[in-house]
T-cell receptor, first 112, second 114 residues
Framework: DQQVKQNSPSLSVQEGRISILNCDYTNSMFDYFLWYKKYPAEGPTFLISISSIKDKNEDGRFTVFLNKSAKHLSLHIVPSQPGDSAVYFC???????????FGRGTSLIVHP | DARVTQTPRHKVTEMGQEVTMRCQPILGHNTVFWYRQTMMQGLELLAYFRNRAPLDDSGMPKDRFSAEMPDATLATLKIQPSEPRDSAVYFCASGTGLGNSPLHFGNGTRLTVT
C-alpha cells in the first residue's frame, strides 16, 4: 500500500507558465516532506522541503505548500523553464527515524 | 563537491548469476540507504544502515538479496541468484543522520537480467 502517492505520472507545461505537482500521503505520523528532482541517468537530487509546523516554504521559483488536514502537498514552479523538465519525487518522513518514503514520481515536461 | 559513487553504472547478466553493486558514501555521512527504482513502484527502500549497522532491510527479498557495509567507505548490495524481475535501477544514498537533512544519491546501477 503506497503511503505516498503521486497520482499524475506526467505533466506537460509551457515555458513561463506555472507547474503544479501534487502529492498525497496516508500516514499521519509523517511530519517532514521533501521534493527531489531527477534527470535521466542521474540520481535524485534534493530540491526543497517543508516541516509539518509550516504550511508553505519558498525557495526562488519553487514553493511547496502543505495541507495537513487534507494530507496533501504540492510543489509550484513559477515560471517554469525547459531545464525544469525532469521527474519529481515527493518523499515523506516521520521524526526521529528519518527514513524517507517516496512516491512513484511525476514526469514534468516544460515546452519552449 | 562530495558525491555518492556507485559502481558499476550498468550491468547486464544472465538469470542465475550473482550480481554485486557497490557504493561509496560521502565521507562523514553515517547513514546509507539502498533504493530500487521501477516503473511500477517508484523508489522502493531495500535497506538502511546507520553507523554501518543494518537497521531496516524489510523491503529486501531475503532469500536472494543481501546488503552489507564492510567499512565506512563501502556499502554492497548482492543478488544471488539474479532473476529477470530484478531488472531495475538501484540507487545508493547517504546522509548525515542529523534531523531531517536530505539524502544524497548516487547515479545508480542499471541492472538488466536476461
Amino acid at each position: 500500500d503506497q503511503q505516498v502517492k503521486q497520482n499524475s505520472p506526467s505533466l506537460s507545461v509551457q515555458e513561463g507558465r506555472i507547474s503544479i505537482l501534487n502529492c498525497d500521503y496516508t500516514n499521519s505520523m509523517f511530519d517532514y516532506f521533501l521534493w527531489y528532482k531527477k534527470y535521466p541517468a542521474e540520481g535524485p537530487t534534493f530540491l526543497i522541503s517543508i516541516s509539518s509546523i509550516k504550511d508553505k516554504n519558498e525557495d526562488g521559483r519553487f514553493t511547496v505548500f502543505l495541507n495537513k488536514s487534507a494530507k496533501h502537498l504540492s510543489l509550484h514552479i513559477v515560471p517554469s523553464q525547459p531545464g525544469d523538465s525532469a521527474v519529481y519525487f515527493c518523499a515523506a518522513a516521520s521524526g526521529g527515524s528519518y527514513i524517507p518514503t517516496f512516491g512513484r514520481g511525476t514526469s514534468l515536461i516544460v515546452h519552449p | 563537491d562530495a558525491r555518492v559513487t556507485q559502481t558499476p553504472r550498468h550491468k547486464v547478466t544472465e538469470m542465475g548469476q550473482e550480481v554485486t553493486m557497490r557504493c561509496q558514501p560521502i565521507l562523514g555521512h553515517n547513514t546509507v540507504f539502498w533504493y530500487r527504482q521501477t516503473m511500477m513502484q517508484g523508489l522502493e527502500l531495500l535497506a538502511y544502515f546507520r553507523n554501518r549497522a543494518p537497521l531496516d532491510d524489510s523491503g529486501m527479498p531475503k532469500d536472494r538479496f543481501s546488503a552489507e557495509m564492510p567499512d565506512a567507505t563501502l556499502a554492497t548490495l548482492k543478488i544471488q541468484p539474479s532473476e529477470p524481475r530484478d531488472s531495475a535501477v538501484y540507487f545508493c544514498a547517504s546522509g548525515t543522520g542529523l534531523g531531517n537533512s536530505p539524502l544524497h544519491f548516487g547515479n545508480g546501477t542499471r541492472l538488466t537480467v536476461t
